[in-house]
C-alpha cells in the first residue's frame, strides 16, 4: 500500500489538479492547451535533448532491453488492429489508430515520474534509453501503417514523403536527434546555455502532468467502450506481461527490468489522440483511452510496483 500513497498518487494528483483546475473553471480550455503545447513542443523535448545528449550510449543501448520492450509494443500494434478489424468491425483506417493506442505508452509523461519515485534518479537511464527511440519507432510504425493503407495504388515514393514529413515534424523526435547529435559529437555546451535547458527540463514534467489533466477534462467516457476496454486491457497488462515475460527470459538486470516493464505498464499517452485526430481516425476511442486507461493505472501500475518489488 506505501507504494500506491509514496509513488502513484503523488503522480496522480497532479493530473487530478489539472482536471479539476478546468472543471471548475480556474483554467479556460484555451490555457490548458498552452500548457499541453509548452510541455509537447518545448518542455519535453528539451528535457530528452538534456537527457540524450548526457547518456552513456555504450552502457545503456541494450539489446535484449530495447528487443524486448519494442518487440513486446509490436505485438501489442498488431492484437490491437486484429482486434479493430475482426471483433469490432472497424475500417481499415480505423484500426491502424486503435492499434497506435494499444502501441503508444505514456512513458515519458508518467513512466519517468512514476520510476524516479520508486526506483530512484539512477533508474532513469533504463527510461530514456527507451524513451530515444519511443517516439521514433511507434511513429514510423503508425504512419507507415496509415499511409500504406491510405496511399494503396500510389506510388511508392510518395508513400515514403508522407511517412518522412510526419516524422520529422513532431518536436520530441527533434529533441531526441539533437541530443544524440550533441551525444556522438562530443561537444561541451556552454554553461549558460546547460543552466537554461536544465531549468525548462525542470518543468516539463509538472507542466505537462497538470496539462494533461486539464486536456483529459473536455473529454467524457462514451460510446465505444468495448473497443476502449480492449485497449485499456492490451495497454495495462499484455504489454507489461509481454515485456516482463521477455525481459526475464533475456535475463535483464532487475534494475533495468523494473523500469522497463513499468514504462510498458503506463496508459496510452496524449500522442494517440494528437495521431487519431491527424488522420481524423478513431478519435473517439483514442481520447476514451487515454481518460479510461489513465484512471484505470493508478491501481495497475501499483499492482506492478508490487510484482517487482
Known sequence: MSAFFDVVLPVFLVIIGGYVSVWRGVLSDASADGLMRFAMKIGVPTLLFRAMSTLDLSREFDLVL???????????????????????????????????????SNSMLLGVPISERAYGVDSLATNFALISIHSPFCYLLGITAMELIRNK????????????????????????????????????????????????????????????????????????????????????????????????????????????????????????????????????????SVLVATAISSITVWGWLTILG
Open 66 to 104: 530495447m528487443g524486448s520492450y519494442y518487440v513486446a509494443a509490436t505485438i501489442c500494434f498488431v492484437l490491437g488492429y486484429v482486434g479493430a478489424r475482426l471483433l469490432f468491425k472497424r475500417p481499415a483506417e480505423d484500426a491502424v489508430a486503435i492499434a497506435f493506442c494499444c502501441l503508444f
Open 153 to 288: 495504388g500510389r506510388t511508392g515514393t510518395s508513400t515514403i514523403k508522407a511517412i518522412l514529413r510526419a516524422m520529422f515534424s513532431n518536436a520530441i523526435i527533434i529533441g531526441i536527434a539533437l541530443g544524440l547529435a550533441v551525444n556522438l559529437s562530443g561537444l561541451a555546451l556552454p554553461q549558460a546555455i546547460t543552466d537554461g535547458v536544465n531549468l525548462i527540463a525542470q518543468a516539463a514534467l509538472p507542466v505537462a502532468l497538470f496539462g494533461i489533466g486539464g486536456i483529459l477534462c473536455r473529454y467524457r467516457p462514451e460510446g465505444d467502450m468495448t473497443t476502449v476496454m480492449y485497449v485499456v486491457v492490451i495497454s495495462l497488462i499484455v504489454h507489461p506481461v509481454l515485456m516482463y515475460s521477455f525481459g526475464t527470459w533475456g535475463d535483464l538486470r532487475t534494475e533495468v527490468l523494473r523500469s522497463a516493464v513499468i514504462t510498458a505498464a503506463m496508459a496510452p499517452g496524449i500522442n494517440v489522440y494528437v495521431f487519431a485526430d491527424m488522420y481524423g481516425r478513431a478519435r473517439r476511442v483514442a481520447a476514451t
